[in-house]
């Protein structure tokens, strides 16, 4: 196969292999170079690992597992993914200096970056780092400088796959070099054409095709595997396109003197509604369909109902998220899939109707899915057909698998390809979610058209930066006017949550697409005759563009704080003198309770594109839109008579509780230093609290020292601290 470049993939191959000449020296265990670390950018977040493992949800291990592993939303604390990655196989007939180990029974080639547990050939990666590419502690991402190897950018060399347990090195310097560039600001080797990032978030890493850690020790004399090598990468964007989904890419090399002839790549894609890994969480049945218009892969709960892991009871249909993969570009042919199949993950693994159990059944039945039973017309594609033989009728007849009983896999394959020497080819796909099946399918397409446009994304205006400051039933926010500079500025929305972000508002609604969207708390929008639903383009009329009302509070900042304002003896961080400043005081608050803010900056939209707004920042620790506040009575500075319990009597739950297991009340008005001695009615001490910082409240969870919860009764608090002594009592019932 010619090695063609595109506009798409040219910057995927600048980075690939720069240095020749350089060998990797034997290991013991080479997967000893495996490091972890977490994608968070977006409303998805998952680990991942520098050996092609894009999430680990470890199905016969929780204690294995990894969170978080496709968590979505992002802070929900609900993951759904099992074990998502890609397989490289080829059939027997390969040139010997292509392969590793032996094959006595002539079996095809089958290696994946993927470890789901002991169940499988999949209980362990089959491709190993390269040490030089490994930093010490974590694998490697862009927006964490400290993660990267030591030496980058002036080091990046021209690894070549080794036997890592004979120390057998395959050294080819006829190779053809690739240029690798890097970010001239920053130096991390971006996607993009120039070595500049195209995504918000990047991940890099180089990996070797090698046996796998069964042939550790074991004697295993059929291990087999392909020299190849694997660079991937991840990408995240921030903004609500694109904040649904981790787009993956994953370049293979042949770097021997013989081409692999025959080659296919796939994804393996497991997720589960919920996994069943999970403690607590039993085996249901979990739905798999497959859109080939789209080209993608995805799934739900069959029956709408899960336990919820977080705060246990059920999740209803509406927070069980829909999980998939759409793939954007296959090796080989014209990029499309080829082959798509859906097994159960337990039923059947040594038949053509089930997950391959060892590395043939799997090349065989799920990656080129030969005589698979769902597959009755023989096309590689399993068919539109449920258990009972009836066509699916949804989505205009296209088809879906049920796995009953059980998580599922679902594979998709490639067409047939052959890598010459020194030359690759290349997957990519999207691992992308939604709140229902027109909203995954909405962003699979958002998935699809960003790489169809090279990548070049739509933005919002520039996100406002935000500072809050909490008082006595008070929430005061403060941001900058840089996102009025924004020539398609049309104004501001601010959203609140009391669930660490899972809802942003007390009312919501669905757009078309299925999408859910929530009222604001308040909305600014500039005085130009922009206003109402947003009329150009009738999939985005739901969009609310304001009513001319433009009435913020806007002063100047003086001393590190507001001019003309109060905010009660507090400076701010980060605005500075004469800088003008937007201000919004929330009273609609309850002390003690923790609220997340965020405040979106949107424009008005065109004929092209509907109206964008900034979604909520990941991380609120950061400077950016979005922030925690609790707010609170001042801390005593005298005696303490302004000491309280809430709620007291305490009765069974309270609002800033988050599951139906935590119990919390809150001594509240505590000076900076205090200690908080707990007796039960028999007098006997069962808790022991030390107070010390800025808030003036301090939590007890009502337990005891043994972390044993307390039973229902009257307890009584001793109080004291430099500024004096209090008691009280406190009625508990459960």
């Not at 990032?197 to 069964?214: C, I, K, L, N, R």
């Not at 929008?525 to 001319?548: H, M, S």
């Not at 003008?580 to 939209?605: E, L, P, Q, R, T």
């Not at 009615?681 to 043994?706: A, P």
Request: include cysteine; hydrophobic fraction near 35%; proline fraction near 7%.
């Amino acid at each position: 196969m010619e090695l063609k470049f595109s506009v798409k993939i040219f910057g995927l191959l600048l980075f690939f292999f720069a240095i020749p000449g350089i060998v990797v020296q034997s290991q013991t265990n080479p997967m000893s170079y495996k490091r972890w670390n977490k994608m968070d950018i977006n409303k998805v977040a998952t680990t991942f690992d520098n050996a092609g493992m894009l999430c680990n949800g470890n199905n016969q291990s929780y204690a294995l597992a990894r969170r978080p592993s496709f968590e979505y939303p992002q802070g929900s604390g609900l993951d759904w993914g099992t074990c998502v990655a890609v397989v490289v196989g080829a059939p027997e007939n390969q040139d010997p200096e292509v392969v590793g180990g032996t094959n006595p029974d002539n079996f095809p080639y089958l290696d994946g970056t993927m470890d789901e547990g002991p169940a499988d050939f999949w209980n362990e990666e089959h491709f190993a780092p390269y040490p030089e590419f490994v930093n010490p502690n974590v694998a490697s991402v862009s927006t964490d400088p400290s993660s990267w190897p030591a030496g980058w950018p002036k080091f990046l060399p021209n690894y070549y796959p080794e036997d890592g347990i004979n120390g057998v090195n395959i050294e080819n310097n006829s190779l053809p070099q690739v240029e690798i560039k890097t970010d001239p600001e920053t130096g991390w080797p971006g996607f993009g054409e120039d070595g500049k990032p195209v995504a918000d978030q990047e991940t890099f890493s180089v990996m070797y095709g090698w046996g796998g850690t069964d042939q550790l020790g074991s004697g295993n004399s059929k291990t087999r595997w392909l020299h190849t090598q694997l660079m991937m990468r991840g990408l995240a964007w921030k903004g609500t396109l694109y904040e649904n989904f981790i787009v993956w890419v994953f370049i293979v090399r042949n770097p021997t003197t013989k081409p692999i002839v025959d080659m296919r790549m796939g994804i393996h894609a497991d997720f589960g509604f919920v996994p069943a890994f999970i403690p607590g969480i039993g085996y249901d049945a979990d739905r798999h369909y497959y859109d080939p218009k789209l080209q993608l892969a995805y799934g739900w709960d069959d029956d709408g109902f899960e336990e919820d892991p977080v705060s246990g009871g059920g999740l209803p249909p509406e927070k069980i998220a829909w999980a998939g993969v759409v793939a954007l570009k296959m090796p080989g042919g014209d990029g499309k899939v080829k082959t798509y199949d859906a097994t159960h993950f337990w039923k059947g693994q040594t038949t053509a109707s089930g997950s391959g159990g060892d590395p043939e059944m799997y090349y065989k039945w799920n990656l080129l899915n030969l005589d698979d039973p769902e597959d009755s017309d023989g096309d590689g594609i399993d068919d539109d057909f449920d258990h009972n033989g009836v066509p699916d009728a949804e989505e205009g007849g296209q088809g879906y698998y049920l796995a009953d009983g059980a998580d599922g896999l679902q594979v998709l394959g490639s067409d047939k390809f052959t890598l010459q020497p020194g030359e690759m080819d290349t997957l990519i796909f999207a691992t992308v979610f939604g709140n229902s099946e027109k909203d995954i399918k909405t962003n699979a397409k958002r998935a699809i058209t960003l790489y169809q446009n090279n990548w070049q994304v739509v933005k919002a205006p520039p996100a406002p930066k935000v500072e809050a400051f909490a008082g006595d039933r008070k929430v005061v926010l403060v941001w900058g006017t840089g996102s009025e500079s924004d020539p398609e500025f049309e104004g501001y929305k601010i959203y609140r949550s009391q669930d660490n972000g899972q809802t942003w508002g007390t009312e919501s609604f669905n757009d078309f697409e299925g999408g859910v969207h929530y009222i604001p708390l308040q909305q600014y929008d500039l005085v130009d005759g922009v206003k109402g639903n947003y009329r150009t383009l009738p999939q985005y009329a739901w969009f609310y563009l304001g009513n001319d009302s433009w009435n913020p509070l806007r002063f100047q900042v003086e001393n590190d704080t507001i001019k003309g304002f109060n905010l009660n003896g507090k400076k701010l961080k980060h605005y500075k003198n004469g800088d003008s400043v937007n201000v919004f005081i929330d009273n609609d608050v309850i002390n003690g309770v923790d609220y997340m803010y965020y405040i979106a900056a949107y424009d008005s939209g065109n004929a092209v594109i509907g109206p964008l707004e900034n979604s909520a920042a990941s991380n609120p620790a950061e400077f950016n839109n979005t922030v925690v506040v609790r707010p609170e009575v001042p801390q005593s500075s005298g005696n303490l008579e302004n000491v309280r319990v809430v709620p007291n009597p305490y009765y069974v739950s309270e609002i800033w509780e988050r599951g139906r297991n935590e119990h919390i009340i809150q001594f509240v008005g505590l000076p900076q230093e205090a200690t908080i001695k707990i007796f039960n009615s028999s007098g006997e001490l069962i808790r022991t609290l030390y107070h010390k910082g800025s808030s003036s409240i301090e939590k007890w969870d009502l337990k005891n020292e043994f972390k044993q919860l307390t039973s229902s009764g009257v307890y009584f608090y001793y109080i004291e601290s430099p500024s004096g002594n209090t008691t009280g009592k406190i009625f508990v019932i459960l």
